[in-house]
């Protein structure tokens, strides 16, 4: 059974810095695409950030590009989402989540196993 676990999330100033984290556990990760995800209160669930976990392609909605960053450890199977120049619209819970290889990674519906989340709280 797959697992991930999230963690990193929590309150910051607007213009601050987090690193979420996302640590998977039960599959061999090799064959896999991670995602990570948002969704605020009122709003529909929003593609961040994806990486192919074997070549480490990523991939960026536009909201985010310049500010976020996903990266990968393979000896940790975590993915990692550094998050700076942080605004208040980017409040949300943040999902991470594992889509098979050869699934498109920036769309929700490729991914079938998701995380708990993570509170995102950005203050002005």
């Known amino acids: 059974q797959v697992q991930l676990v999230e963690s990193g999330g929590g309150l910051v100033q607007a213009g601050g810095s987090l690193r979420l984290s996302c640590t998977a556990s039960?599959?061999?990760?090799?064959?896999?695409?991670m995602g990570w995800f948002r969704q605020a209160p009122g709003k529909e669930r929003e593609f961040i950030a994806a990486i192919k976990w074997s070549v480490g392609n990523v991939y960026y909605a536009d909201s985010v590009k310049g500010r976020f960053t996903i990266s990968r450890d393979n000896a940790k199977n975590t993915v990692y989402l550094q998050m700076n120049s942080l605004k208040p619209e980017d409040t949300a819970v943040y999902r991470c989540?594992?889509?098979?290889?050869?699934?498109?990674?920036?769309?929700?519906?490729?991914?079938?196993?998701w995380g708990q989340g993570t509170q995102v709280t950005v203050s002005s």
């Open positions: 039960g599959r061999t990760f090799s064959s896999v695409a």
């Open positions: 989540a594992a889509a098979p290889v050869g699934k498109i990674p920036t769309s929700e519906r490729s991914y079938d196993v």
